[in-house]
């Protein structure tokens, strides 16, 4: 499973989903959290080069596990243990999420990017959509005419500087009271409003929390405009719908379905 470093490690499973299995490794008395992808990756557009060279950098700066060995090619990560439980395990109510997803999304943001070829790293949200959509056979005949439009709106926004991107904040990827960041398969480097954007889609916050999310991102330090936040809302929800559909019709999980089905319904009949 691994190189000759890790020779006669014990292994213990801890889960499986159809994206990856994951693992507690003990190796000369010390603990390692391991995750191994399932098959390629490729058709949701992760790169794992990519994955790495943000973890590392996260890494560094105390807010995500040391990596220990990482083989990008096979999309293996064997990485620092922590203890610490994830926040599905003690959740907040959703006011006091938003603060906290709010205050780490500014720190992470503030890394700095010296050194790193930006453009390799970069997020096109655009191509991202069009990678997404180009993959599903069941299609909403909503969906074309709504796509058509965000590329259009993405096409006339102005750029703004990179920063350090998750893509994916949420308490099943945050561990213990640091917290520790976790699931770095999407990160990339992209704009921070979209991300913000994102984490409010993704947990699948009301207006005061969405709201609450910005205020503690601009308390902590960050910089943002609330109105390039509201505008890639629904470009966000396109993205996870997207996403979600791919899922869907590889895996036939229907947890993926009820989230196309709730992202339809946020997307379409925001009203009903």
Request: proline residues 6%; glycine residues 6%.
């Amino acid at each position: 499973m691994l190189s000759n470093r890790f020779a006669g490690a014990d292994y213990r499973q801890l889960s499986q989903t159809p994206l990856a299995r994951c693992y507690q490794m003990r190796h000369q008395g010390q603990d390692y959290f391991v995750r191994q992808a399932i098959g390629s990756h490729q058709f949701l557009g992760i790169d794992h080069y990519k994955v790495q060279r943000l973890q590392r950098l996260a890494a560094e700066a105390g807010l995500a596990p040391a990596l220990h060995y990482v083989n990008p090619h096979s999309g293996l990560f064997v990485s620092q243990w922590v203890d610490d439980a994830n926040w599905t395990q003690q959740p907040e109510a959703p006011s006091g999420l938003a603060d906290a997803l709010g205050r780490l999304l500014a720190r992470l943001h503030a890394l700095p990017l010296d050194g790193l070829p930006r453009e390799a790293l970069r997020l096109d949200v655009g191509l991202r959509l069009q990678h997404y959509l180009s993959r599903i056979c069941r299609r909403d005949p909503r969906i074309t005419p709504c796509y058509q439009q965000i590329q259009q709106q993405l096409s006339l926004m102005p750029a703004v500087p990179l920063v350090v991107c998750h893509h994916d904040l949420h308490p099943g990827n945050l561990l213990g009271k640091a917290p520790w960041l976790v699931d770095w398969e999407y990160a990339a480097l992209g704009d921070p409003a979209f991300e913000l954007a994102l984490c409010w889609v993704t947990n699948d916050f009301d207006l005061v929390a969405g709201t609450q999310l910005l205020a503690a991102y601009v308390a902590a330090g960050g910089r943002l405009e609330a109105e390039r936040v509201a505008g890639l809302l629904p470009v966000a929800r396109l993205l996870t719908l997207l996403w979600g559909q791919l899922l869907w019709e590889k895996f036939a999980d229907d947890t993926f379905l009820l989230l196309v089905q709730q992202q339809s319904q946020r997307l379409f009949n925001p009203e009903a």
